[in-house]
């Protein structure tokens, strides 16, 4: 076990989704146990994921106001969003200003989202170092404008820094994933839990951290064409806000006897114990979704969001696709007919397609991302 000498302090700030909260859980694994001198504080939203999953790592938690520039469709509402951005930023950035002079960090970690504006502002007015991870392939505009005055921009994939300016200093880190994710291959396969069989090919659907209605629709489709199908079976993660109106249709299926197993859940938060029994995934592109499926090796076929910042779901299932390991779907193209197609394409002549998927190995799984990040940030 590394150590520091002396006691350093460290802020990291992020959050919002499953796509920036994780990669930092793995970072504050990894610095909780090679530094454990380290003193961190987490900034997070109070609306976010960070504020239910960070405290319970023992990890003080403190929020700040902050507001997205989210996509509109019309003038009235690009002004509200602009102005909702600009107030929340405003006065985020003088709860960060206080945070940081109490605090006194050494160094400050932008893990992504747009809590981190208010907060980068505040180390840029007080002359704090901070550094950058970026998740996806394509970085997002904040990244991209703080990266000039960052001491390092950790990213996740290598073709990634030439999205950053020449003066920028980039480390290939990839993107951390947390340690249950790492170790999902030392746990027992537990199907029953999840109301699955031992023994079948196993499909996990799962549109990110909020759900996929379209995707939910599609899955349904994909099971009553399949519902004779004795060798398969599905799970279904909806999404909390989609799990009433989809929890229904898993109360009829068991009804009408059909050979397929059909489970239906609103959310799972032991994703160790999933990945642990899945053959393949269906899912969006999430850049921590693309971290977990590097790591674990699974299959997957993914449709990317259409709707995320300078469409970068896209590009992080390009990059899946073209090493072999994935299918690519775009939003426009996905149908029923498509999706029941390849799943069709992968399991049939004794699985021969799919086999191809499994076998192929991406060499950023190799790069151990906690540690770079960890080391990076307290260990120079």
Same mark, same amino acid.
């Given at each position: 076990?590394?150590?520091?000498?002396?006691?350093?302090?460290?802020?990291?700030?992020?959050?919002?989704?499953?796509?920036?909260?994780?990669?930092?859980?793995?970072?504050?694994?990894?610095?909780?146990?090679?530094y454990p001198r380290t003193e961190m504080l987490f900034v997070g939203t109070s609306k976010g994921m960070e504020k239910k999953f960070i405290p319970p790592l023992g990890i003080n938690f403190k929020s700040v106001r902050a507001s997205g520039l989210s996509a509109a469709d019309n003038y009235f509402k690009k002004v509200l969003v602009i102005t909702r951005f600009l107030v929340s930023t405003f006065i985020g950035f003088f709860a960060s200003l206080r945070l940081l002079m109490e605090f006194?960090?050494?160094?400050?970690?932008?893990m992504g989202g747009y809590v981190c504006a208010p907060v980068l502002l505040a180390a840029m007015v007080l002359r704090k170092k901070f550094m950058l991870h970026e998740q996806n392939y394509i970085p997002g505009r904040l990244n991209r404008f703080f990266s000039r005055y960052a001491r390092k921009v950790f990213i996740s994939f290598r073709d990634t820094k030439k999205y950053f300016p020449?003066?920028?200093?980039?480390?290939?880190?990839?993107?951390?994933?947390?340690?249950?994710?790492?170790?999902?291959?030392?746990?027992?396969?537990?199907?029953?839990?999840?109301?699955?069989?031992?023994?079948?090919?196993? $499909?996990?659907?799962?549109?990110?951290? *909020?759900?996929?209605?379209? +995707?939910?629709?599609? /899955?349904?489709? @994909?099971?009553?064409?399949?519902k004779d199908h004795d060798g398969l079976q599905i799970l279904l993660i909806t999404g909390k806000r989609f799990y009433e109106d989809f929890g229904k249709v898993r109360e009829k299926s068991a009804k009408n006897g059909h050979k397929i197993v059909l489970s239906i859940l609103p959310y799972i938060q032991q994703m160790d114990q999933i990945y642990r029994i899945a053959d393949l995934v269906i899912s969006r592109a999430g850049?921590?979704?693309?971290?977990?499926?590097?790591?674990?090796?699974?299959?997957?076929?993914?449709?990317?969001?259409?709707?995320?910042?300078?469409?970068h779901q896209y590009f992080n299932a390009k990059f899946m696709a073209d090493n072999g390991k994935? $299918?690519?779907?775009?939003?426009?193209? *996905?149908?029923?007919?498509? +999706?029941?197609?390849? /799943?069709?394409? @992968?399991?049939?002549?004794?699985?021969?397609?799919?086999?191809?998927l499994l076998s192929r190995?991406?060499?950023?799984?190799?790069?151990?991302?906690?540690?770079?990040?960890?080391?990076?940030?307290?260990?120079?």
């Open positions: 076990m590394k150590s520091s000498q002396t006691s350093k302090r460290l802020i990291i700030c992020g959050g919002g989704t499953a796509g920036h909260v994780y990669p930092a859980i793995a970072v504050i694994e990894e610095i909780k146990e090679s006194k960090p050494h160094i400050i970690l932008g020449s003066s920028c200093s980039t480390v290939y880190s990839g993107n951390p994933v947390r340690k249950m994710i790492r170790n999902c291959d030392r746990i027992e396969e537990n199907y029953s839990k999840w109301g699955l069989r031992e023994g079948r090919f196993t $499909i996990v659907a799962f549109g990110g951290s *909020l759900g996929a209605g379209k +995707l939910n629709s599609i /899955i349904i489709d @994909l099971y009553n064409y399949f850049a921590n979704t693309i971290a977990e499926l590097i790591t674990t090796g699974i299959p997957a076929i993914l449709i990317p969001y259409p709707y995320a910042v300078e469409n994935a $299918i690519l779907i775009t939003e426009k193209e *996905l149908s029923s007919d498509l +999706l029941i197609d390849n /799943i069709r394409g @992968l399991i049939e002549h004794n699985k021969q397609n799919y086999n191809q190995r991406i060499n950023i799984d190799r790069i151990d991302s906690h540690k770079v990040i960890a080391e990076g940030l307290v260990g120079s």
